[in-house]
């Protein structure tokens, strides 16, 4: 829980916990089809990704204003340095908000403001990683990057997410060649539920530096190997796996093997309001359910910093390094 670890896979929106929802929606008059967080919360029962996405999308309503992204941040900010959060790279998927007519401006305003006071507050630095929404077209995200010019300096890195199956990497060659004219780095969502030729196409097509998920290439011997060759990082999310069913149970969960195979795993907890738990939580729950020992766990909390967009300060990395070996496990 309080092991110092970077967390490089995380929707900001999918921290959006139902008391902060009633909040806002009550806020902003928007009317929620559910009468009490209780009821909220027991609709969190997940069959597939898409099953997840479509409350997501919807709950995603009661957000409106920049007070509300930035009291969002804040409350995920908060969640995370209690857990050992050090350094944060963050998820926003602007088109689920423009399309609901808030502005792209209000969206990186609000979410800037919590995130560029976030070190004194909470003692956690923190980077903005804008995703683009698999499932709409090309054109749409070319668009949005193009809208997210005059915001550039808050952004380090574009991603991709939302529903993966049938939204092949390459669709959006086009928009990571502009993102990379534009000094931006690279991560996208690829082997979640799709297959191991989506992290290929992700590597080769869309040259991305980390992997979001990546789970599928254990399908794959000769792409494990190359991911292991060429030390690409995983960002793994162990909780979203069993809620969103695809490991039966966090025992089945292959992190132990992938870790033996030299992959460059992290534990991240991508939608932590939904999913059962923040970073530390996802930490504590494969450490019990999969009997990891402390240098294991130190593994992943080394990776993590090795893996964060951190090198216009490798001071900081060496920092965040010294207090991962530092660490006591009691
Ligand atoms: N958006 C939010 N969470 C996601 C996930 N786990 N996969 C794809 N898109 C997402
Ligand atoms: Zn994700």
Not at 233 to 259: E, K
Request: aromatic share 8%; proline share 5%; glycine share 6%.
């Amino acid at each position: 829980m309080h092991l110092p670890k970077a967390e490089l896979h995380l929707h900001i929106e999918g921290t959006l916990e139902p008391e902060l929802a009633f909040a806002l929606a009550e806020r902003n008059g928007v009317a929620l089809p559910y009468a009490t967080t209780d009821e909220l919360r027991a609709a969190y029962r997940f069959d597939d990704l898409q099953s997840f996405l479509d409350l997501y999308y919807a709950l995603m309503a009661v957000l409106r204003t920049e007070e509300d992204f930035a009291e969002l941040v804040d409350a995920y900010l908060a969640r995370a340095a209690a857990q050992g959060v050090r350094h944060a790279e963050i998820f926003f998927d602007p088109q689920a908000h423009t399309a609901r007519g808030v502005p792209i401006g209000t969206v990186i305003e609000g979410l800037g403001r919590a995130l560029e006071r976030s070190e004194e507050t909470h003692g956690v630095s923190t980077q903005l990683i804008m995703c683009f929404l698999r499932d709409l077209s090309a054109e749409s995200a070319l668009g949005t990057l193009d809208a997210a010019k005059p915001y550039l300096h808050r952004i380090s890195a574009i991603g991709l997410d939302s529903a993966e199956v049938g939204h092949p990497p390459a669709k959006f060659r086009e928009v990571y060649e502009a993102a990379t004219a534009l000094g931006l780095r690279k991560v996208a969502h690829a082997g979640e539920e799709g297959p191991p030729e989506y992290i290929r196409e992700a590597l080769d097509v869309l040259g991305v530096e980390r992997v979001d998920h990546g789970l599928r290439c254990l399908e794959d011997p000769e792409l494990v190997e190359r991911l292991v060759a060429d030390r690409v990082p995983l960002t793994l999310c162990p909780l979203s796996n069993v809620r969103l069913r695809t490991v039966d149970t966090l025992a089945d969960h292959p992190l132990p093997a992938m870790l033996a195979a030299g992959l460059h795993c992290t534990v991240n907890s991508d939608d932590p309001a939904y999913f059962g738990g923040y970073a530390g939580d996802n930490f504590d729950a494969v450490r019990d359910a999969l009997a990891l020992d402390p240098e294991q766990l130190r593994t992943l909390a080394r990776n993590s910093f090795e893996a964060a967009f951190l090198d216009h300060d490798e001071e900081r990395r060496a920092r965040y390094l010294s207090e991962v070996e530092a660490y006591a496990f009691d």
